[in-house]
């Protein structure tokens, strides 16, 4: 039927035409902000996947500030450390000197004046050492103190993220009894491996991938050479600590892991690697995450004189070169202080390191966020440059369709001529 009143045709071709329209609208916003989600009504739950995943990325962000500041802060404190282990070599030099019998009494006084001016120098060093309000080596930042340091490692909570630990049992001696504090980090006393080839191997998954990091021991080394070389083979992955009290030597780490030990490439427990044939030293493979924080504590340290228990407990104003004897006295001493300091920076150095290594972590997966996020939204721009071609086309296309449909009731004015 033909009618002046309806057109049947041109409201089909207006249709069309709208939905071309519209069709080029969302290309040319794409084209615009180069997403093809940009708002919950492009796709709702794209959008709320992607926000809460820019979300993670900016708290992601937020814990490496933390993580940089925290590096600061140790890194000052090394810098402290190693001016007083400088000094600290001063001092030994003078302490030398002094032992000489041979210096008058104007010798002897100049080396004390010198000596007296080179150690009032350390608490000055010390107290200066702050980074952002913190200072690790003058001890207002002691572990388990009130001012206790600590620093975000990660943005998720607790468990499934936390500080993962492996404690073994007391190492005991050859005839059974604990080493416990009888210890000595320095000496092969409280730990001597013995097995001609012995390592210590670290496995750790992440996703499909298994890392195994292997710990290569040495015949006579130490407790303070096994700690290093966790640490240090690990690329600081893995961290080992040992209690003076407990005698126990625990392994850390930000991952989940496991430990083997490995004699002549053989699998077996660590009693035949960690003492002189000691009964009862084996560790088992039960790993579990720590406290679950997402925290890391930074081990504080004081580095000023005279502060018992820690570093420089024996440097003091006792100290008195004046005489061959009181130098020998400073000597032994000092060379203490410069045992325990190294010891302490070491500490300071591994715990800088874990840092790193965490922040790496963290960048990548940022970096993966973010790309997981661009696969959820961006726009394939080559693609939408070609539907914008399309489109233009279609929409001219359009409208010529609809200007023909337009004109067809004219043709009823020749039923009447």
């Not at 992440?206 to 096994?226: K, S």
């Not at 003492?275 to 493979?285: D, E, K, L, V």
């Not at 973010?370 to 929409?395: F, H, P, T």
């Amino acid at each position: 039927m033909t009618s002046v009143n309806t057109n049947y045709g041109a409201l089909v071709a207006l249709q069309s035409l709208n939905q071309t329209g519209r069709e080029l609208s969302e290309v040319q916003q794409r084209i615009n902000t180069g997403l093809k989600v940009s708002s919950a009504k492009d796709n709702g739950a794209v959008f709320a996947i992607a926000e809460g995943q820019r979300a993670r990325v900016a708290s992601l962000g937020a814990v490496m500030d933390g993580i940089d500041r925290a590096t600061s802060v140790i890194d000052v404190g090394l810098s402290a450390g190693e001016a007083v282990g400088d000094i600290l070599k001063q001092l030994k030099e003078k302490s030398v000197a002094a032992q000489a019998t041979d210096l008058s009494t104007d010798q002897r006084a100049a080396l004390q004046a010198d000596f007296d001016a080179l150690r009032n120098q350390i608490d000055q060093i010390v107290n200066a050492a702050t980074f952002n309000g913190s200072n690790l080596v003058n001890g207002t930042n002691l572990t388990g103190g009130s001012a206790e340091f600590t620093v975000l490692t990660t943005d998720a909570a607790g468990s499934s993220s936390g500080r993962f630990e492996l404690t073994g049992n007391a190492l005991v001696d050859g005839n059974g009894d604990p080493y416990s504090i009888h210890a000595d980090l320095e000496n092969a006393t409280g730990l001597d491996f013995t097995a001609a080839d012995a390592e210590v191997r670290f496995s750790i998954t992440t996703g499909n991938v298994t890392e195994t990091m292997t710990i290569q021991l040495t015949t006579g080394d130490t407790i303070n050479d096994f700690l290093t070389s966790v640490s240090d083979q690990s690329n600081g992955r893995v961290t080992a600590s040992f209690d003076d009290e407990t005698g126990e030597i625990t392994f850390h780490s930000q991952e989940d892991f496991t430990v083997e030990y490995y004699e002549d490439d053989t699998l077996t427990d660590d009693t035949g690697i960690f003492g002189a044939g000691a009964a009862g030293t084996s560790m088992t493979q039960a790993v579990a995450p720590g406290s679950g924080t997402n925290a890391l504590t930074v081990q504080g340290f004081n580095f000023t004189l005279g502060a018992t228990g820690q570093a420089l407990e024996e440097v003091t104003s006792a100290l008195d070169i004046s005489t061959a004897s009181g130098a020998s006295a400073a000597v032994t001493a000092i060379d203490d202080a410069m045992t325990n300091l190294n010891r302490d920076l070491a500490t300071m150095g591994a715990q800088a390191k874990a840092l790193e290594v965490q922040k790496t972590f963290l960048g990548k997966l940022s970096d993966s966020i973010e790309a997981g996020i661009g696969n959820l939204v961006d726009a394939d721009l080559a693609k939408e440059s070609a539907r914008l071609q399309a489109l233009q086309v279609k929409q001219q296309l359009g409208a010529q369709a609809l200007s023909i449909a337009n004109q067809a009731p004219s043709i009823v004015l020749s039923f009447f001529r």
